[in-house]
């Protein structure tokens, strides 16, 4: 099966570990993810709080950059599935909203037939088109013992999406159950990270990460598995500003639900992406037997030079 | 549809205005107050009203006070409200529109979120893309620098890990995203 592949800018580089694992997964499952060509930001939550029409209107440059032979659309970000999805289906349902889309969108030489694309995330994709079956067959390094707290966030779920629960869903603990995992049912698990509040009051956007990661640590989660590169930067990347602000001590590694299926695969702890993120998954991993490759322990030290001014070395201080 | 046209005649309301900007948003009048969605919000209790609250206010013509309020900017759209209303009230998409009106009418109290997003779009209309670096530093030296000590670690975090990227990566045909998004710009104004 081929599916137009719709990254989103995180993917580019804040998630590439994210990207990279998708990658490997899809091989592995034998599904053919071709890159949308010069794709645009889809606006996040941003651009709809700014312009209504060119909000959609950016969006819809992407659906209409899907070739005519492919009809299904994947989007690995959970803020991007949902603005690419409401576009789509708002263009469907609204036609005084189509049309104005279709006639900024011919400025460009472009159009788009509202509805005529699938907008899928990529969870929906890999546990609906590949299966459980086919994926708990794939598991050379089943992750026994590992307890991971999956942890949906909102956009994935809502608004409704067809394939899951919008309050309690269980997609990802049926996946990480097929992985071999001890799943980890905690209440919050569909709770909002926060989104872009870290930016807004970062007082309101920490106390909605520290809930998280709070109950996630008090059902004792080894790891957090997430679907979506926001929810992934706000609990790995603000967790020491958590710990910082209410005198916590969290140190939940927070990885992808593809990097936990790329290791279960059997693929290198590099293959997956590991490395990236801030707060050391590691520890946790040593669990199912996944080292630190061994070139990341050694930190490039410098040479002193002997042209360089004289300064205090470790000896003088 | 007849009331439609009689209403034409005369100013459009606020409240007709927010539910016309809103795709859907004629739902707005079948708000039983039930106070569901304030119920649900996570970051509801550092809002300045409810949702609940806001829509009773927008029923009342409130502008003012609806549009300097924090509440639309403290929605983190995470959709629960929308999810959960039994009169099916494009919520999340009520406090967009809400958002929209308040930079339109330079009606807000702490410019902090308005420009965030202001800043945030800036570098999508001239990269295609996002740009964390430019965007983070671009903002944060103009919004109280001195308060966010936390985020200079955050940022060499990312930094030491390969996740910001240095220089922004445009796309190849932003002449194009350009050409659309001005003549979306233009539509909208007519």
């Known amino acids: 099966m081929r599916y137009a592949f719709y990254p989103g800018c995180s993917l580019e580089r804040s998630a590439a570990s994210y990207h990279k694992s998708a990658m490997a997964v899809a091989d592995r499952l034998g599904l053919i993810f071709q890159e949308v060509d010069d794709w645009n930001c889809c606006g996040a939550t941003e651009y709809f709080a700014v312009n209504k029409l060119p909000a959609y209107t950016l969006v819809a440059r992407n659906l209409a950059r899907v070739p005519d032979d492919l009809n299904q659309m994947i989007a690995p970000c959970s803020a991007c599935y949902v603005n690419l999805k409401k576009t789509n289906k708002y263009m469907s349902k609204y036609p005084d909203l189509a049309d104005q889309v279709s006639q900024a969108l011919a400025a460009g030489g472009l159009g788009y037939d509202p509805g005529r694309l699938h907008v899928r995330h990529l969870l929906d994709v890999i546990v609906n088109d590949a299966g459980y079956k086919t994926i708990a067959q794939d598991v050379v390094r089943p992750l026994s013992g590992l307890r991971v707290a999956p942890y949906y966030g909102c956009l994935l779920v809502r608004p409704k999406n067809g394939f899951d629960n919008p309050e309690y869903p269980m997609s990802l603990d049926r996946l990480l159950r097929a992985l071999g995992a001890e799943v980890v049912d905690y209440p919050l698990k569909a709770q909002c990270c926060g989104g872009h509040m870290t930016q807004i009051s970062d007082k309101v956007a920490y106390e909605l990460i520290r809930r998280l990661l709070h109950n996630a640590a008090e059902y004792h989660a080894d790891v957090i598995a997430c679907v979506c590169p926001m929810c992934q930067l706000n609990l790995d990347a603000y967790q020491a500003n958590v710990n910082r602000h209410f005198g916590t001590d969290y140190r939940i590694p927070i990885l992808y639900f593809t990097q936990l299926m790329a290791l279960a695969f059997g693929t290198s702890a590099r293959e997956a992406g590991l490395g990236s993120e801030i707060v050391s998954a590691y520890p946790a991993l040593a669990k199912i037997d996944v080292e630190m490759p061994k070139e990341e322990d050694k930190r490039p030290h410098k040479r002193p030079s002997k042209q360089a001014l004289p300064m205090p070395g470790k000896e003088a201080r | ?190």
């Open chain 2, 1 to 190: 549809m007849a009331l439609d046209s009689d209403r034409r005649s005369s100013p459009r309301t606020f409240y007709e205005e927010v539910m016309a900007n809103t795709p859907g948003g004629e739902a707005l009048r079948l708000c039983l107050q039930c106070g569901t969605c304030g119920g649900s919000c996570p970051s509801g209790e550092d809002m300045d009203h409810s949702p609940r609250r806001i829509f009773a206010m927008l029923e009342a013509n409130m502008k003012d006070k609806v549009l300097r309020s924090n509440t639309p900017w403290y929605c983190v759209s995470c959709y629960y409200c929308t999810e959960r209303c039994p009169q099916q009230i494009p919520i999340t998409d009520i406090m967009y529109t809400l958002r929209r009106m308040a930079i339109a009418e330079g009606l807000y109290e702490d410019a902090d979120a308005p420009d965030w997003s202001q800043t945030f779009i800036g570098m999508v209309e001239q990269f295609g893309r996002s740009y964390e670096l430019g965007l983070g530093t671009r903002y944060h030296l103009t919004h109280r620098p001195l308060g966010k000590t936390g985020l200079g670690t955050f940022a060499l975090d990312m930094l030491r890990r390969y996740r910001l990227a240095l220089t922004p990566n445009s796309i190849v045909e932003i002449d194009q995203l350009r050409a659309i998004l001005n003549k979306a710009k233009e539509l909208e104004g007519a």
